[in-house]
């Protein structure tokens, strides 16, 4: 049903309507015509930011917990003496990358237009908190191989992998969308 201000009080009445139902008014029919037209609101905005917080939160909370049951796995079951701490390293930063990368998959796949772009969102409270852990060695404290490695294993796979599963669960949701027209 289309609906057109009252001039008087600015409550939406139906265009076929006779007076205004909070004022009283009697409408002329040059009140209610489609130039007067209610516009109905908007939200994709509001709906963006919300998605995006949703992002910087759920990708640290992502980061946090997978690197935590890593760690703990790798601790506890003695993995570590077995495979290296190399190998440690390299379980931890599949791990993250694996995450990241679901996660992704599944923010592009729930807002496809944005693609690839949500998992800069995702991944961008762990690159914060990596640059500034890089940034400690600029004022001093651990060596330079160990903080360059540091900021690979920090900062590079949530990113890669936030950025490729967003790309592929946008791509996936578009070609599912273009099958479904083909009938």
Same mark, same amino acid.
């Given at each position: 049903m289309k609906l057109a201000s009252c001039p008087d009080c600015g409550n939406a009445c139906s #265009?076929?309507?006779i007076s205004c139902p909070r004022c009283g008014r009697i409408m002329q029919p040059s009140d209610l015509s489609e130039a007067n037209l209610v516009k109905?609101?908007?939200?994709?905005?509001l709906i963006n930011v919300l998605v995006y917080a949703l992002a910087v939160i759920s990708g640290l909370v992502i980061f946090l917990a997978t690197y935590g049951i890593s760690s703990f796995i790798l601790k506890s079951t003695e993995l570590v003496s +077995? +495979? %290296?701490v190399f190998g440690s390293r390299i379980i931890l930063i599949l791990s993250i990358l694996?995450?990241?990368f679901v996660a992704g998959m #599944?923010? %592009? =796949? #729930? &807002?496809d237009k944005q693609g690839w772009k949500l998992g800069l969102f995702l991944a961008s409270t762990v690159v914060i908190l990596s640059v500034? !852990? =890089?940034l400690k060695f600029v004022f001093g404290g651990s060596s330079v191989? !160990?903080?360059v490695v540091n900021l690979i294993l920090f900062a590079f796979p949530p990113l890669a992998g936030g950025c490729l599963g967003a790309y592929f669960?946008? &791509?996936l949701k578009r070609n599912r969308s273009a099958n479904n027209n083909i009938v």
């Open positions: #265009l076929t309507a109905p609101t908007d939200y994709s905005k +077995i +495979i %290296g694996m995450s990241f #599944l923010f %592009g =796949f #729930l &807002r500034e !852990e =890089f191989v !160990e903080q669960g946008a &791509r």
